[in-house]
């Protein structure tokens, strides 16, 4: 089984800065695509930032210039570093990943979420 654990949410003062975490553990042969999406109240799940494959990452493009995607392929874990927040990037923060535990065989997962709150 896997797990995807998240960290760094919180409060923030509008301008200021999160980093976000997502470590993946469990039986891994290789993570096929990991990424942060979010979730504001009434509004749809959408994609924050994330990489597929070897190197190419995507952003929103209310993201862009903000946020900052990282991967420690050692560690299994992705960031998020999260600069100039503004209250509309207040949402609950989902990793992603689609994880192949075999070589036959892959799962999409999703973590529990970390809630930021940006206030104005």
């Known amino acids: 089984q896997v797990q995807l654990v998240e960290s760094g949410g919180g409060l923030v003062q509008a301008g200021g800065s999160l980093r976000l975490a997502c470590a993946a553990s469990g039986i891994i042969f290789s993570i096929n695509r990991m990424g942060w999406y979010r979730q504001a109240p009434g509004k749809q799940r959408e994609l924050v930032a994330g990489i597929t494959g070897g190197s190419s990452t995507n952003y929103a493009d209310s993201v862009k210039g903000r946020f900052t995607f990282s991967r420690d392929n050692a560690k299994n874990t992705v960031y998020l570093q999260m600069n100039s927040l503004k209250p509309e990037d207040t949402a609950v923060y989902y990793c992603?990943?689609?994880?192949?535990?075999?070589?036959?065989?892959?799962?999409?997962?999703w973590g529990q979420g970390t809630q930021v709150t940006v206030s104005s």
């Open positions: 992603n990943a689609d994880i192949q535990f075999s070589p036959y065989a892959h799962r999409d997962y």
